[in-house]
């Protein structure tokens, strides 16, 4: 009877669970499947946010775990180093912290146009004036008068004349592309338009009085090139004014304003055009703003959703077209009335944030201080070595690298630049201080305070494209009011122009004895 209850009891057991078993497997299958749901629907949801701070997203869904290994470089990785508890590995090490090089920028020969033209105009007028002098010698060589010695002189003037207009052109003209403006610079047309005209006109002058006469005077001949080249370098003055001494008296002040942080600076400029008065803010922006982070300006909107998903509206009575509306409204009114504590939260939100960064940075520079004291011992112990033995500094860098990542992982996770800094940046940055032998806070110097722009990858910056906005034309002289914005991406600079106050000074003399006095002493004294 013991072993049939007992079977009896296995069985019902056994039937129970086959029936908990397939009721499992279902809710196992449904499970799985909202899981797969929700895991598909996070994994587009990192690539979308992986993706849109630096560069436009991409559709490919295998980014997804190459961007999860990239945040958690100071986490996944192992390594054995003599400084640190952590167990890392240099071969995880050198898998990781890569990112994912953004789409090349095609060639656009376009820009190149400009340079293109100025060398042919710049050939041309290096050819006229030897054409000149060339031609009648082809032509009609033994028609022409002797050459003594005046036109000799004016050989060698020429000469140099020659060499210095190309030496000053190169300095000039012949420069690097910085930058593609969206319309032509007017100084440059005038002044390429200028040269054309000269050149045309000392050829129509050459054909109808020397080609088709054949002068015989070729010291003559030589003297109309010589006046054409001593043209063409005061030219050369001209453009030298109009382009480069111009501009630099100011004129303006402008206020730049980035849209998002409002962050603010101040520059004086010159007469310019707005195009030009762009690019040059432009130059400005990338060496004295600070880098843009866009999560920072998170905080803001996540707390404001956080408020309205709290709020739970019931509508009993009206289940009509207006119940949406009535909703919104519902919530509207219960946000303003809680919008007398959300300031509590938001003081709270942001001592807690102030305590957290602390708490990072105090461990931050405690490893670090730890690893470049690792690093001294290591160059003590390496002068007793023999020459051949000596460490090379990127290798000491990714010694000593496990020992810091966690902690430097964590802080920039804290103050939100983990998407500034890669890991090769970070032992290339290691490795130029332990070379150039500075300290743990010249190292933390880039981590600890924001930089501008250029401190970062240049793929973040290289390749942005920004549009200029302006109710005014570009090439229009910059004004007193002038208003005009700098479009990017993510956000857009304002950039508002009021002309420099007329100064003036006045003059008051002062003679040498005005302010002159003599010291009167009491021959009492109070003893």
Not at 272 to 293: M, P, W
Not at 294 to 323: E, F, I, Q
Not at 512 to 524: A, G, I, M, R
């Amino acid at each position: 009877m013991d072993t049939e209850s007992i079977h009896s009891g296995y069985s019902h057991h056994s039937n129970r669970s086959r029936g908990s078993n397939k009721q499992s497997e279902r809710s196992g299958r449904d499970r799985h499947k909202s899981h797969s749901r929700d895991s598909s629907s996070r994994s587009d949801k990192n690539v979308t946010i992986s993706t849109s701070s630096a560069q436009p997203p991409q559709p490919d869904q295998s980014s997804a775990p190459t961007d999860a290994q990239d945040d958690n470089w100071g986490e996944t990785t192992t390594a054995v180093t003599g400084t640190s508890d952590h167990s890392l590995s240099q071969e995880d090490l050198a898998g990781f912290g890569k990112e994912t090089e953004g789409p090349v920028e095609k060639l656009n020969c376009v820009r190149f146009l400009p340079l293109v033209l100025t060398l042919v105009l710049g050939l041309l007028v290096l050819v006229t004036p030897l054409a000149f002098l060339v031609l009648p010698q082809l032509v009609w060589p033994e028609r022409l008068q002797a050459c003594g010695t005046a036109c000799e002189g004016l050989f060698l003037s020429l000469a140099f004349k020659l060499l210095i207009l190309l030496l000053a052109g190169w300095a000039l003209f012949v420069r690097p592309v910085r930058a593609s403006l969206p319309r032509i610079a007017v100084f440059r047309a005038l002044l390429g338009l200028l040269t054309l005209l000269l050149l045309l006109s000392y050829w129509l002058f050459f054909g109808v009085r020397i080609l088709d006469s054949q002068d015989e005077n070729y010291q003559g001949i030589v003297q109309f090139a010589v006046s054409l080249v001593d043209a063409l370098l005061f030219i050369h003055y001209l453009a030298v004014v109009l382009l480069e001494i111009r501009h630099l008296q100011p004129y303006f002040s402008v206020c730049v304003m980035r849209s998002t942080d409002g962050e603010t600076r101040h520059y004086n400029l010159g007469q310019l055009s707005i195009q030009r008065a762009a690019l040059v803010i432009l130059e400005h922006y990338y060496k004295d703003f600070t880098v843009h982070n866009p999560a920072l300006l998170t905080a803001a909107k996540t707390r404001a959703a956080k408020h309205l998903a709290g709020l739970k509206v019931y509508n009993v009575d009206d289940a009509g077209s207006d119940a949406a509306t009535a909703q919104s409204r519902a919530k509207i009114a219960a946000a303003a009335r809680q919008r007398d504590t959300s300031h509590n939260e938001l003081y709270y939100e942001e001592a807690e944030h102030d305590r957290r960064v602390r708490k990072r940075r105090a461990r931050l520079v405690v490893a670090v201080e730890e690893a470049f004291t690792h690093v001294r011992r290591l160059k003590e112990e390496e002068k007793k070595k023999p020459p051949g033995d000596e460490m090379d500094p990127r290798e000491a860098a990714q010694a000593i690298f496990p020992s810091m990542a966690r902690a430097l992982q964590k802080y920039l996770r804290t103050t939100r630049q983990q998407h500034c800094h890669s890991m090769d940046s970070i032992q290339a940055h290691l490795a130029f201080c332990i070379t150039n032998n500075m300290t743990p806070k010249a190292f933390l110097e880039s981590y600890l305070n924001a930089g501008p722009t250029l401190q970062y990858g240049r793929e973040g910056w290289q390749a942005r494209q920004w549009t200029l906005v302006s109710e005014a034309s570009v090439t229009s002289p910059l004004r007193h009011g002038t208003e005009f914005q700098l479009k990017s991406s993510d956000f857009c600079l304002v950039v508002t122009s009021k002309s420099i106050p007329h100064l003036k000074l006045s003059e008051e003399y002062v003679h040498p004895k005005s302010h002159k006095f003599v010291l009167q002493l009491q021959s009492e004294t109070s003893v």
